[in-house]
């Protein structure tokens, strides 16, 4: 896979490019832009490569339009956000946009890598802890519920058709935590049976 990593700051750009050639993270190769049109252009010509972008000098109304976007022309195209925005809202319009991973700039250095590996490698929502920390208190007005963010990488794979057993192995979780999840999310989406959960979470607007 080739990675594409978008930042408008130079310094960034080849940080980042540094950190990741001195890690054991795999990628054919890593093509840097300094404009996310010219990064979207390149993805348009090519195949198996996925999206880091640092959002530090894109602005709110635009991102949205962005991921908007690539949902609808690249929707096989991985993407992690590196971000300064610790706004619960906003996280939740990436997630919803299709993003699999978000990284808080302040978490790069320890979880960027981790992320990355996690989000385009095995295909898994990752979330460095600072979202994490975050989203445990953002209210999505599910039946006045609150869902946490292992709930959310529980809810990802199951719109995969993935197994309790395949989930557990993947998040590193219990098959007990698995179902503690599965409960959750029918009680916050307000459904009856684990195979309804899907829909119900379409409707809701959170996949």
Same mark, same amino acid.
């Given at each position: 896979?080739?990675?594409?990593?978008?930042?408008?700051?130079?310094?960034?750009?080849?940080?980042? =490019?540094?950190?990741?050639?001195?890690?054991?993270?795999?990628?054919?190769?890593?093509?840097?832009?300094?404009?996310?049109?010219?990064?979207?252009?390149?993805?348009?010509?090519?195949?198996?490569?996925?999206? #880091?972008?640092?959002? =530090?000098?894109?602005? #709110?109304?635009?991102?949205? =339009?962005?991921?908007?976007?690539?949902?609808?022309?690249?929707?096989?195209?991985?993407?992690?956000?590196?971000?300064?925005?610790?706004?619960?809202?906003?996280?939740? =319009?990436?997630?919803?946009?299709?993003?699999?991973?978000?990284?808080?700039?302040?978490?790069?250095?320890?979880?960027?890598?981790?992320?990355?590996?996690?989000?385009?490698?095995?295909?898994?929502?990752?979330?460095?802890?600072?979202?994490?920390?975050?989203?445990?208190?953002?209210?999505?007005?599910?039946?006045?519920?609150?869902?946490?963010?292992?709930?959310?990488?529980?809810?990802?794979?199951? &719109?995969?058709?993935?197994?309790?057993?395949?989930?557990?192995?993947?998040? &590193?979780?219990? &098959?007990? &935590?698995?179902?503690?999840?599965?409960?959750?999310?029918?009680? #916050?989406?307000?459904?009856?049976?684990?195979?309804?959960?899907?829909?119900?979470?379409?409707?809701?607007?959170?996949?």
């Amino acid at each position: 896979m080739e990675l594409v990593f978008v930042s408008r700051d130079c310094l960034v750009r080849k940080g980042i =490019q540094a950190m990741i050639h001195e890690s054991d993270l795999l990628f054919d190769g890593i093509v840097l832009f300094s404009s996310v049109q010219r990064a979207v252009e390149h993805l348009a010509r090519v195949d198996g490569a996925g999206l #880091l972008l640092d959002d =530090q000098h894109e602005r #709110l109304m635009e991102m949205g =339009q962005l991921m908007a976007g690539l949902q609808q022309n690249h929707p096989n195209v991985p993407i992690v956000i590196l971000s300064n925005r610790l706004s619960g809202e906003y996280i939740w =319009q990436m997630i919803q946009g299709g993003v699999k991973g978000y990284v808080y700039r302040n978490d790069a250095s320890d979880y960027l890598l981790h992320c990355l590996e996690t989000a385009m490698f095995r295909d898994l929502l990752s979330l460095s802890p600072g979202v994490e920390g975050v989203l445990r208190a953002v209210d999505i007005s599910l039946n006045n519920g609150m869902i946490k963010p292992y709930d959310l990488k529980v809810l990802r794979m199951l &719109t995969q058709g993935a197994s309790n057993v395949e989930i557990a192995v993947a998040l &590193t979780m219990s &098959t007990r &935590t698995v179902g503690r999840a599965k409960e959750r999310l029918m009680s #916050l989406l307000g459904v009856e049976t684990p195979n309804l959960i899907v829909d119900a979470a379409r409707r809701k607007g959170l996949i």
